[in-house]
């Protein structure tokens, strides 16, 4: 039987109270931080996925702070839109009431100094800035007005000054959401009223002609107009025998319809009225015109000018309301194709927000299934490590005590 030592009795029980002493540590420790992982060596691979289920719930936090920042930018531009498109339903109820055939000069004018605040309004909401003093709807440009206005320019005196860029904020791991829309799709791109030229006639002893059905006109437009060849664009009228129109196009030669005619009474050619005075060989031209574009401030800005012109004829007048009446109708639409793809935007946002609380739940179990402490099993632990410890001390004070001089 091998001999133990003072020394090694004392070794021994000195490191089991140690040990002991150290694992109750542990225990305690667990109890009070309420994490079962101290260090990765008590359990290597739980140690990296609570590593790595941090790193993903510090993501989902922050697509959580990029959603709340794309929502608030869509709920602001989508403020902005509704306040723009009630602006234009009031302009074009004035439009509508200047077309009244009682009003003299001085009730268009008041009119036109109401048209002339909303179009301020406008313009204002097209340059509408965010917290960060930036323009929400110039783009890239963003530090710089989206539109700028010029009262001296010869052409526009309303421009858009920034570019067709949008922003994209990531929401999640694959996605990213369009964070704002461009002043130059919403506002710049919106056709003006299509309309034509009567370019020239030949024995003619008159001739007169306004588009009296521009649904109609507009549909002969979009099928006949060449952007490519100019010539494709003219048309020449010729009265021929058996009282009729024959109206051919220049660049082709090809005939595109006949209209019956009497000299000096209105015919209407695909929504154009024309009223001729002439006979048998007369000729007449007119032309497509090229599509224009026009923001919305510049439509309401045209008829401002208008209302204010003076001396109106009827025709003329007619003419400035339905140019500006088409122009806010096509605005409307614009609005309205922004306003849905918001909407869009909003709902997807909500969706993926709702999403990542659900992944970041999940994340945070398993998280909690790997390092949280078992409070019931810490316990009885505790109770059976402190145990083990009162057992070493008893052992060694009983173990040390040992002398032959006891027995002496």
């Given at each position: 039987m091998a001999r133990i030592s003072t020394n090694q009795?004392?070794?021994?029980?000195i490191n089991t109270i140690t040990q002991n002493q150290g694992t109750l540590s542990?225990?305690?420790?667990?109890?009070?931080?309420?994490k079962k992982l101290l260090r990765p060596s008590d359990d290597p691979v739980g140690a990296a996925q609570v590593v790595r289920l941090t790193e993903d719930l510090d993501k989902i936090t922050q697509y959580k702070r990029n959603n709340d920042l794309l929502t608030n930018s869509l709920q602001q531009e989508e403020v902005v839109l509704s306040n723009i498109n009630d602006a234009l339903d009031k302009a074009r109820q004035l439009m509508i009431q200047s077309g009244n055939g009682v009003y003299d000069e001085s009730d268009l004018e008041a009119i036109g100094i109401e048209i002339g605040a909303i179009r301020d309004e406008v313009f204002s909401l097209m340059n509408t800035q965010n917290s960060n003093g930036e323009y929400i709807f110039a783009g890239y440009q963003s530090q710089t007005e989206a539109f700028t206005y010029n009262p001296s320019a010869t052409g526009e005196k309303y421009t858009f000054s920034g570019d067709d860029g949008v922003k994209q904020i990531q929401v999640s791991d694959a996605l990213n959401i369009q964070a704002n829309s461009s002043g130059?799709?919403?506002?710049?791109?919106?056709?003006?009223?299509?309309?034509?030229?009567v370019s020239g006639d030949s024995g003619l002893e008159s001739i007169?002609?306004?588009?009296?059905?521009q649904a109609a006109f507009d549909k002969f437009h979009e099928n006949n107009y060449d952007a490519v060849t100019p010539a494709n664009n003219q048309f020449q009228a010729t009265i021929i025998a058996g009282n009729q129109v024959q109206i051919d196009n220049v660049g082709t030669g090809e005939?595109?319809?006949?209209?019956?005619?009497?000299?000096?009474?209105?015919f209407v050619f695909n929504g154009i009225e024309f009223n001729v005075e002439g006979s048998v060989g007369d000729t007449f031209d007119f032309e497509l015109n090229k599509p224009e574009k026009n923001n919305i401030a510049e439509t309401l800005n045209n008829f401002y000018v208008a209302l204010n012109a003076g001396d109106l004829s009827d025709k003329e007048l007619s003419e400035a309301i339905a140019d500006a009446l088409i122009g806010i109708d096509n605005g409307s639409?614009?609005?309205a194709n922004a306003t849905s793809s918001l909407g869009g935007r909003l709902n997807v946002a909500e969706s993926v927000y709702e999403s990542n609380l659900d992944?970041?739940?999940?994340?945070?179990?398993?998280?909690?299934?790997?390092?949280?402490?078992?409070y019931a099993e810490a316990i009885s632990e505790l109770s059976k490590q402190e145990t083990a410890l009162q057992a070493a001390q008893a052992t060694f004070s009983r173990v040390t005590g040992l002398t032959l001089f006891d027995y002496i």
């Amino acid at each position: 039987m091998a001999r133990i030592s003072t020394n090694q009795l004392y070794d021994r029980s000195i490191n089991t109270i140690t040990q002991n002493q150290g694992t109750l540590s542990d225990v305690q420790q667990q109890l009070s931080s309420g994490k079962k992982l101290l260090r990765p060596s008590d359990d290597p691979v739980g140690a990296a996925q609570v590593v790595r289920l941090t790193e993903d719930l510090d993501k989902i936090t922050q697509y959580k702070r990029n959603n709340d920042l794309l929502t608030n930018s869509l709920q602001q531009e989508e403020v902005v839109l509704s306040n723009i498109n009630d602006a234009l339903d009031k302009a074009r109820q004035l439009m509508i009431q200047s077309g009244n055939g009682v009003y003299d000069e001085s009730d268009l004018e008041a009119i036109g100094i109401e048209i002339g605040a909303i179009r301020d309004e406008v313009f204002s909401l097209m340059n509408t800035q965010n917290s960060n003093g930036e323009y929400i709807f110039a783009g890239y440009q963003s530090q710089t007005e989206a539109f700028t206005y010029n009262p001296s320019a010869t052409g526009e005196k309303y421009t858009f000054s920034g570019d067709d860029g949008v922003k994209q904020i990531q929401v999640s791991d694959a996605l990213n959401i369009q964070a704002n829309s461009s002043g130059k799709t919403v506002f710049e791109n919106v056709l003006a009223r299509l309309n034509f030229t009567v370019s020239g006639d030949s024995g003619l002893e008159s001739i007169s002609s306004v588009i009296t059905e521009q649904a109609a006109f507009d549909k002969f437009h979009e099928n006949n107009y060449d952007a490519v060849t100019p010539a494709n664009n003219q048309f020449q009228a010729t009265i021929i025998a058996g009282n009729q129109v024959q109206i051919d196009n220049v660049g082709t030669g090809e005939t595109i319809g006949t209209v019956n005619f009497t000299s000096g009474e209105p015919f209407v050619f695909n929504g154009i009225e024309f009223n001729v005075e002439g006979s048998v060989g007369d000729t007449f031209d007119f032309e497509l015109n090229k599509p224009e574009k026009n923001n919305i401030a510049e439509t309401l800005n045209n008829f401002y000018v208008a209302l204010n012109a003076g001396d109106l004829s009827d025709k003329e007048l007619s003419e400035a309301i339905a140019d500006a009446l088409i122009g806010i109708d096509n605005g409307s639409k614009s609005l309205a194709n922004a306003t849905s793809s918001l909407g869009g935007r909003l709902n997807v946002a909500e969706s993926v927000y709702e999403s990542n609380l659900d992944l970041e739940i999940a994340n945070k179990t398993a998280r909690a299934n790997i390092e949280d402490v078992d409070y019931a099993e810490a316990i009885s632990e505790l109770s059976k490590q402190e145990t083990a410890l009162q057992a070493a001390q008893a052992t060694f004070s009983r173990v040390t005590g040992l002398t032959l001089f006891d027995y002496i």
